[in-house]
């Protein structure tokens, strides 16, 4: 009996500590499904992207190419738009979720800044019912608030920088000249005050080997000057493409390995004199735009064809 009620006895300690263990263990945390922001949008599959300014007095707005791939950027004569940046930026919006969900209700959106007046709006255009816009405002530690349209709920996103609405920021500034130096096959440089034209032509089997247009040796280091200094074409803004009858001053030729022909047509030299220096005018005869250039770059392009 004695055994009996010990054991009943020590039975009741433990049930009670058991019981005391349960009451003082933390609520267990609600796990929930964390899903994407924009379930329906495919990066491949978004015609356009639009990117405003809060208060909506700058826009870009960025149309993938009809039957072609990249992007233009309509607010400058469609030219065409840097692919990478473009890319990544749908990229990280495809990689969106809702794992930190920092506020929910109808109110939400206006107590993170997250309007039309204090937001960047982000207009995503894809395939019928997949269009969605969200509104973005940047946060503590590089991260962003973003408020999906249609939703109540404001979610932080980390390591995301709010993209730019000034349409400048997403033209390719290397589009004059998009083929690398050691890629040319030979170069034709004609005008600007040259005496005569200027032709420099890889030699047929002797690779890093240069030759004139009579078939002349040239200088390797004059040769790779001048490449360089056409690599370094940056356009600085975009313009509307002057008439076809509007003489160049100068003009370039570029024929590639790969077969690529080009011509660059100059036909305002520019100015760096002054307070207020006039840009050069270009562009490709197979582009529908020109492009401002350096009045620098121009004369650095012509210093060195006048040495050969």
Do not use: C
Request: cysteine-free.
């Amino acid at each position: 009996m004695i055994v009996l009620r010990r054991n009943i006895v020590l039975g009741s300690i433990a049930a009670g500590l058991a019981g005391a263990l349960v009451l003082l263990e933390p609520p267990r945390a609600v796990e929930r499904e964390v899903r994407p922001l924009l379930p329906l949008i495919e990066v491949d599959a978004v015609t356009r992207l639009g990117i405003t300014a809060p208060g909506g007095e700058t826009a870009t707005n960025l149309e993938r190419i009809e039957g072609g791939e990249g992007f233009e950027v309509l607010e400058k004569h469609r030219a065409a738009a840097r692919g990478t940046e473009v890319s990544v930026l749908l990229s990280e919006l495809a990689a969106m979720t809702d794992l930190d969900v920092v506020g929910l209700g109808a109110g939400a959106a206006a107590d993170f800044g997250l309007e039309d007046a204090g937001a960047t709006r982000l207009d995503l255009d894809g395939p019928p019912g997949t269009a969605a816009t969200l509104r973005v405002a940047a946060a503590e530690g590089g991260a962003v608030f973003v408020h999906l349209e249609g939703e109540d709920r404001v979610v932080r996103v980390p390591r995301f920088r709010v993209p730019p609405a000034d349409p400048k920021a997403w033209f390719d500034s290397y589009v004059l000249v998009p083929i690398a130096g050691r890629e040319l096959r030979e170069v034709r440089v004609e005008g600007g005050g040259l005496p005569a034209p200027v032709t420099v032509r890889a030699r047929a089997g002797d690779v890093g080997a240069y030759e004139d247009g009579d078939g002349q040796a040239l200088d390797e280091r004059l040769v790779s000057e001048l490449l360089q200094r056409l690599r370094l074409a940056t356009a600085l803004d975009v313009v509307a493409r002057p008439p076809e009858e509007t003489p160049a001053v100068l003009t370039l030729g570029l024929d590639s390995y790969d077969g690529t022909s080009l011509e660059v047509r100059v036909t305002d030299l520019g100015s760096a004199d002054g307070a207020a220096p006039r840009a050069g005018v270009a562009y490709r005869s197979d582009l529908g735009y020109a492009v401002e250039v350096s009045p620098a770059w121009i004369q650095q392009v012509l210093e060195v064809a006048r040495r050969f």
